[in-house]
């Protein structure tokens, strides 16, 4: 076993991976990575609080080796007064007490390592908690201190400073800016948070700010990790002058300009790009993306850097993964994309080219903890804009079964794809969105901020079914469970479908086993033509797939069967569905 250690810092080696040895440029793991989400608060609960955590995770890693995916992001586990699911960190390199502390996430990354899963830590470098003793101390500091100049305080507007400095909206809602009070209780300046107000946005024009973060992330990777994903990477720097803006009305919550997600306008192009907003994908970003790049270089081993930018046009986008920037970035019109055959073959295609141009692979995403589960997204019936969530008084309510089996199809089709694939926990089940939750039980702050007029995300978080007839399905051994379970999730947890021809669970495992034995991830596709418009049918390697996006079935080639995603009947692909084949010679 390899210990890395970086120069200047304590040895506080975990694990590492035996396969730190330098790769072949060009074959490295990440390229192909099937890389699996856990939501540590509803992942799995050791202690019985109710509150997934660290020991939890850990006992089930093997079923997710089982699973065969290559490695596991852990969303943020670090200390936070959880105001936004620990995306508001108190403390970068300490684990929050509900989740462990720093030996239990050692013990976790050890096993994960034994078991040869990488492991990818969540950094959210935008903001930091208003908890946190840096913005305390900027809050204690004088005006135009250096102390506060590590967040962006401003003077408020008009002849009592009582009219925020810009009009900036916060991605969940309401204002951007909150005024502070100063020790002697007059009002006194504001700070900007594109987030929660208890989410105040740095300064990262600030050369103490960059520094900080470079002491987390060698504190990270001294202790083993594999990479980061970094949190709002679009969002970093603000345009100078923090100049005005509004914001077009189909941009979505995060502003990313995702064009029509739904796809209800017939003919609108995936590259159309709404301007770009002064709060997000400024230019000045790369430079600090350069200097991690440096500092993740000199370690041991091809440690990553994922970015979560909602940066449209796509080819835009692709300037994070320049081969001096990040190493990937999530595919968001990928998941944005309706499960319509010219559109999942127009964004397919422009992937492949946008990322190869700069040497990227691409990536594919269907679903994580801040969108509505694709299980549900794709049956819904209405529009339904990114981070508004779906509640029960929320219009264009999905059609169960037909969104579990577009899911299955679509997953299928996915998974074919050449470069990397993230999953999000639960979706190897079938999970749906869960629509009725109750009012009193929502904690996403975009529910609070818009008083309810968005839903927001809790429907997508709600804790792991694992075991069918335990106590909350298995994830919390005393019943506990943060947002309530479905009661009839049964048939969904774990242990109803592992081992059972066609469950969505064994379907996953299928489809991830045959395409590292394909080694799909590494592959290349062409079109297969001959289909019509809704079926979106290529060959990657000896695979042939064949997705129905429509309504008619489709007769199959001559191939031997690998994978469907429905039963076949009589060798027809019936709609909403996927399957693999391997040519006929
Ligand atoms: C990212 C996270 C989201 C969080 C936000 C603010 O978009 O994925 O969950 O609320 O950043 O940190």
């Given at each position: 076993m390899t210990i890395t250690q970086s120069e200047g810092t304590a040895a506080v080696a975990n694990s590492v991976l035996p396969a730190r040895i330098p790769t072949v440029p060009g074959t490295?793991?990440?390229?192909?990575a099937v890389i699996y989400q856990v939501y540590p608060r509803s992942f799995a609960d050791a202690s019985g609080d109710g509150i997934g955590d660290l020991q939890g995770i850990t006992s089930r890693l093997p079923h997710l080796a089982q699973l065969g995916i290559d490695a596991v992001w852990l969303s943020p586990f670090f200390t936070s007064p959880q105001r936004d699911g620990g995306y508001d960190v108190a403390d970068y390199c300490d684990v929050d007490p509900l989740f462990g502390t720093l030996d239990d996430f050692a013990a976790f990354e050890d096993a994960a390592h034994e078991l040869g899963l990488r492991v990818i830590v969540d950094l959210v470098p935008n903001h930091s908690s208003s908890d946190h003793v840096w913005f305390q101390e900027a809050l204690a500091a004088a005006e135009g201190s250096p102390g506060r100049a590590r967040y962006l305080f401003r003077d408020g507007k008009g002849p009592e400073g009582n009219i925020p400095p810009n009009n900036w909206d916060s991605v969940f809602g309401g204002p951007a800016w909150t005024r502070t009070t100063n020790p002697d209780g007059s009002a006194g300046q504001w700070y900007l948070h594109l987030f929660d107000s208890s989410q105040p946005d740095f300064d990262w024009q600030n050369p103490w700010v960059r520094e900080q973060f470079r002491a987390v992330l060698r504190f990270w990777l001294d202790r083993g990790v594999d990479g980061f994903r970094v949190?709002?990477?679009?969002?970093m720097i603000k345009a100078e002058g923090l100049p005005d803006y509004t914001a077009p009305a189909d941009s979505g919550s995060m502003g990313g300009?995702?064009?029509?997600p739904l796809g209800l306008e017939p003919e609108v192009q995936v590259t159309e790009a709404a301007p770009t907003p002064p709060y997000w994908a400024q230019d000045g970003v790369h430079e600090i993306y350069r200097d991690w790049r440096e500092l993740l270089d000199e370690y041991s081993g091809d440690r990553v850097l994922v970015a979560e930018a909602w940066v449209d046009p796509m080819a835009k986008l692709a300037q994070w993964v320049r081969p001096d920037e990040m190493h990937q970035a999530f595919n968001f019109a990928y998941l944005g994309t309706t499960w319509t055959g010219p559109r999942m073959r127009r964004v397919i295609d422009e992937s492949l080219e946008v990322f190869s141009s700069v040497g990227a692979p691409s990536t594919w995403v269907l679903?994580?903890?801040?969108?509505?589960?694709h299980a549900s997204r794709l049956a819904l019936t209405a529009e339904n804009p990114q981070g508004h969530g779906i509640g029960p008084a929320s219009p264009g309510q999905p059609l169960p079964e037909l969104g579990l089996r577009r899911a299955r199809a679509a997953s299928a089709l996915m998974l074919a794809l050449p470069g990397s694939a993230y999953l999000y926990q639960g979706e190897e089940l079938g999970l749906p969105e869960v629509i009725n939750l109750p009012d009193e039980s929502r904690l996403d702050p975009t529910w609070f901020r818009t008083n309810g007029e968005r839903y927001g995300r809790d429907g997508c978080r709600v804790p792991l079914p694992w075991e069918a007839n335990a106590t909350a399905f298995g994830f919390s051994p005393t019943g506990e469970s943060w947002l309530p379970q479905p009661a009839d999730w049964a048939p969904f947890a774990r242990d109803s479908q592992i081992g059972v021809a066609g469950s969505t669970l064994e379907l996953y495992r299928l489809a991830l086993a045959l395409r590292a034995e394909y080694q799909l991830g590494f592959g290349s596709i062409g079109w297969l033509p001959g289909?019509?418009?809704?079926v979106v049918a290529l060959q990657n390697g000896p695979v042939t797939v064949i997705a129905n996006t429509g309504t008619v079935p489709v007769e199959l080639p001559v191939g031997e069967l690998l994978l469907c995603s429905e039963e076949l009947v009589g060798g027809i692909l019936s709609p909403d569905a996927t399957v693999w084949l391997l040519a006929a010679h």
């Open positions: 490295e793991w990440w390229r192909s949190d709002v990477a679009h969002g300009g995702q064009v029509d679903s994580n903890h801040d969108v509505v589960r289909y019509g418009e809704e």
